[in-house]
């Protein structure tokens, strides 16, 4: 900067001083008219620090000022900066009132933002400046200004901003001479990294180009260039967007000891270093290029991200051995230094002898999540490796090339990596947390032994319920609205692991009743002329231990059909189905139920209700049938008990309706019999009952103070968790949350906590249960916590040989009962949630029955394990 400059800054900063002190708030002038053309971003509203551009001062100031009335150079942004006044304010008095709105958002590593963009710009200069601001806050994040040279070339200036120090790319000449120009399509002849260098002091990985992109170069450094990838910006280190990146050589790895202490650079040549090297440090070398090393190495200053790969002269270095893999047996390197090597040779399409070459064979290989569109199921190689500080995970596609990867250390911060599900469509972003798995343990893997372990043909599988020696497994495609392609339930025998029989219920309702005693399951299916509003069904009844097809009754509606039931209470299943007569009158509707003996299929009765109505799903224990029809809102909720034999009227209840299981009101585990309360869960307007199946009455009452207070989480049939909010907002939004262990045979609250405590189970004195999704212990008796395991359980939490199991995501763990520490990772176990689950499926996928432990997956899997094989 030279004497003028300086002298004119010192000028700008007293006078945007002087005017932000005295201005008296009049933010009406003409003067402060705002963007002059809109795009798709909301204009920025009025000043609220009350500058006023009409004012004398600012006047006066304007007259002798280069830098008002919107002139730009890079002379005016520099003074911008100097002057230190970073605010909107500031930007409309220097650089004028007029700009334009531009739709534009900025990337922090792998997370982006939608900042508001003000764009001034002369087209008889052909000059422009984008300055990038915060919604929240209106600060400035990050600005570029553009300009064309004596030449017409287009040149860029980046203010100092996060790890970027103020550049003038006129001022170095290595794009220059490497032909890159601002606004170009360039292709990278080999994977290379990308960088954030605007949101931290420090370069973070971010991004890794592929060959076959198009990028378009939007500015410089003396060492970098930013890059846009169909809207993904990025920092490169300039050399990886030649051709001279691709004649680098792979090789070793190769133990180097340095002659000096020297400084590396971000590429040969470049203007930059990146680490530096003291006499006698070792290093490994992962690439030659001429006189050039590109060595693996975090860098030199503590806290930083792992750089890429950073060059050295071979004179620098005496060569020694071929390196050690690093997860060879007996090796425990450090986070950095896998992590190092990971960002320079972890790429898409890198081999697996260059992998294996680095990296040494793997501890497990294992079985991805499914990688295929609903309905299908499809699942890729991974290779795990694993020592006492990190855990690697490799994706490699079928033709056996890296497709993505994650690093995970014990310590805060450790975690990034590559998503193996991206695909050449989209820019490759480097994620540097997974939300849904911010704590998740890094442990030792331990392999099982399953009895049997069966591949199905979908990639999710719970266990949903059992009839005798047969499992009920429910698969699903894991797709949403119009995602979805099909649901199934799979009979699968207990001791062999056999499939006896496979139910498709494709788009339609899961309808389905099981009665273990009578080894009996009905399932609804939609009649040929269901489309035609004839209202067709059909039920088809089959044999749990065979599969076989006992009877089947296909029916007509006789008219448009809605709600629908079905249900079993010992040998009899009855169905429900409510059928508008006249298409025009929705009025007109009538429930009819009809039951059948489950194994004969004689038809035992049938009885007809007014208005709408459907059977409550039930365990075939329950000694009734019951229907809803109404609603609280119409004030004409009821609830009628019929007896199984012969439909008559065993009970009813008015101004109440059914909670059917995983409302957001109740969660609690139907699968099976006697692991919930007896009864039937019903709610009025402001409370939520157990009412006695025998007899109707009410069994135990929890108020509910206002809509989403209020969620009840059944442990077992004598114990639940009421949680409340207590800052007047629904549960997902409160900061003040309690929950009480309840009682359920007195309704007495044996203790309190803070925060919500759900799917809690019993083991001798203590609970275990998630507390805001932490795994914890307490006192049964008090609520004393006994220990904290530190992450979170999304699925199961499960007693069984004298340790607990603990359904994680997408990892099963084993969690010592006596403290709480996390000791093992089952390795290849995958287990996957997808949006809507009902409590039977997050539930069914890890299941302790009878003393053999049942694990389901979102690969395809699902198998038994013994008690001697959990460890």
């Not at 958002?105 to 052909?126: A, K, R």
């Not at 500015?219 to 004649?247: C, H, N, R, V």
């Not at 299908?376 to 990190?390: C, F, G, H, I, M």
């Not at 890094?442 to 591949?455: D, G, H, K």
């Amino acid at each position: 900067m030279n004497g003028k400059t300086i002298g004119t800054v010192a000028a700008v900063f007293i006078w945007l001083a002087a005017v932000t002190s005295s201005c008296t708030g009049d933010s009406s002038s003409s003067e402060m008219r705002g963007p002059k053309t809109v795009s798709t971003t909301t204009p920025p509203s009025a000043s609220t620090s009350g500058i006023d551009t009409a004012k004398p001062s600012a006047i006066a100031i304007e007259t002798t000022s280069p830098y008002m009335n919107g002139k730009l150079s890079v002379e005016a942004v520099e003074g911008f900066y100097a002057a230190g006044l970073l605010s909107q304010e500031a930007a409309r008095i220097v650089f004028g009132t007029e700009y334009e709105l531009e739709a534009s958002f900025l990337y922090s590593g792998s997370d982006w933002t939608q900042p508001e963009v003000w764009v001034y710009t002369d087209p008889n200069i052909g000059a422009s400046l984008k300055l990038f601001w915060s919604v929240e806050d209106r600060s400035l994040l990050y600005s570029i200004f553009y300009y064309q040279d004596s030449s017409g070339v287009k040149r860029s200036f980046v203010p100092a901003t996060g790890a970027l120090k103020a550049y003038d790319s006129k001022d170095h000449s290595f794009q220059d001479r490497v032909g890159l120009r601002i606004g170009a399509q360039i292709k990278v002849s080999a994977s290379s990294p990308g960088f954030d260098l605007v949101w931290h002091t420090v370069p973070i990985f971010s991004y890794v180009a592929i060959p076959g992109r198009s990028l378009t170069l939007k500015a410089f450094t003396d060492t970098f260039a930013q890059i846009d990838d169909d809207g993904m910006t990025s920092w490169m280190p300039m050399w990886y967007l030649t051709k001279e990146w691709a004649k680098a050589k792979p090789i070793g790895p190769l133990e180097l000891t340095f002659r000096q202490s020297v400084a590396g650079l971000w590429f040969p040549d470049a203007a930059a270093e990146s680490a530096s090297f003291a006499t006698g440090e070792k290093a490994t070398a992962l690439y030659e290029y001429g006189d050039w090393y590109g060595v693996a190495k975090q860098t030199y200053r503590s806290g930083d991200s792992p750089t890429s790969l950073v060059w050295i002269r071979k004179e620098d270095t005496d060569r020694g051995e071929k390196s050690e893999p690093l997860y060879n047996k007996g090796a425990n390197f450090s986070f950095r230094r896998i992590a190092s090597v990971a960002i320079a040779e972890l790429r898409k399409g890198q081999s697996q002898s260059r992998v294996e070459a680095l990296f040494g064979k793997p501890r497990f290989v294992e079985s991805s999540e499914n990688v295929e569109e609903p309905g299908k199921l499809k699942t890729q190689e991974v290779w795990r490796y694993e020592n006492a500080s990190t855990e690697l995970t490799i994706t490699w596609t079928d033709d056996r090339q890296v497709t993505g990867y994650r690093l995970r250390g014990k310590s805060a911060g450790e975690d990034f990596g590559v998503n193996y599900r991206h695909s050449d469509d989209e820019p490759t972003r480097v994620q540097t947390r997974w939300a849904v798995e911010a704590d998740r343990p890094v442990v030792p893997s331990v392999m099982q032994r399953f009895e049997w372990r069966i591949q199905t043909d979908l990639p999710y599988n719970f266990l949903v319920g059992k009839a005798e020696e047969t499992l009920i497994v429910a698969g699903e495609d894991g797709g949403f609205s119009g995602m979805h392609e099909t649901s199934q339930l799979y009979g699968i025998d207990r001791r062999t692991g056999k499939r006896l029989w496979k139910h498709d219920f494709g788009h339609d309702i899961h309808l389905y009743a099981v009665s273990e005693k009578e080894r009996t399951i009905v399932f609804y299916e939609p009649g040929d002329s269901v489309s035609t509003g004839n209202g067709a069904y059909r039920l088809r009844a089959i044999s749990t231990d065979t599969g076989k097809q006992i009877w089947i009754k296909e029916l007509a509606a006789g008219g448009l059909v809605w709600d629908m039931g079905l249900a079993v209470s010992g040998n009899v299943a009855a169905f429900s189905y409510t059928v508008q007569k006249d298409k025009e009158n929705e009025q007109s509707k009538t429930t009819y139920v009809d039951a059948w003996n489950i194994r004969s299929g004689k038809k035992l009765w049938s009885k007809a209700f007014e208005g709408t109505g459907a059977l409550l799903s039930q365990n075939g224990g329950m000694p009734v049938f019951v229907l809803q029809t109404g609603s609280l809102e119409s004030l004409d909720a009821k609830l009628t008990a019929m007896n199984a034999g012969n439909g008559s009227t065993k009970w009813t209840v008015r101004d109440r309706t059914s909670i059917e299981n995983w409302e957001e009101m109740l969660t609690f585990d139907r699968r099976f019999p006697g692991r919930e309360p007896s009864g039937y869960w019903t709610k009025s307007k402001d409370t939520l009952f157990l009412a006695d199946a025998s007899t109707g009455k009410t069994k135990l009452s929890i108020r509910i103070p206002f809509d989403r207070a209020v969620h009840v989480d059944v442990v077992d049939d004598r114990y639940l968790f009421v949680q409340r909010s207590n800052d007047g907002l629904p549960l997902y939004d409160s900061k003040d949350v309690t929950s009480a262990l309840v009682e359920t045979r007195t309704g007495k609250e044996l203790w309190m906590v803070k925060g919500k405590a759900d799917r809690g189970t019993i083991d001798g004195s203590r609970i275990v249960f998630r507390l805001d999704g932490i795994l914890v212990s307490a006192n049964l008796s008090d609520g004393k916590q006994l220990w904290n395991a530190g992450f979170t359980a999304f699925g199961s939490i499960v007693p069984f040989a004298g340790s607990f199991l603990v359904a994680g995501w997408p990892d099963v763990y084993l969690v010592n009962g006596v403290n709480g520490v996390v000791e093992h990772r089952f390795a290849d176990q995958d287990v996957g949630y997808y949006d809507g689950m009902p409590s039977s499926q997050v539930l069914g996928s890890l299941t302790a029955l009878d003393g053999a432990l049942y694990v389901g997956s979102s690969n395809g899997f699902f198998g038994k394990i013994g008690p001697k094989g959990v460890l």
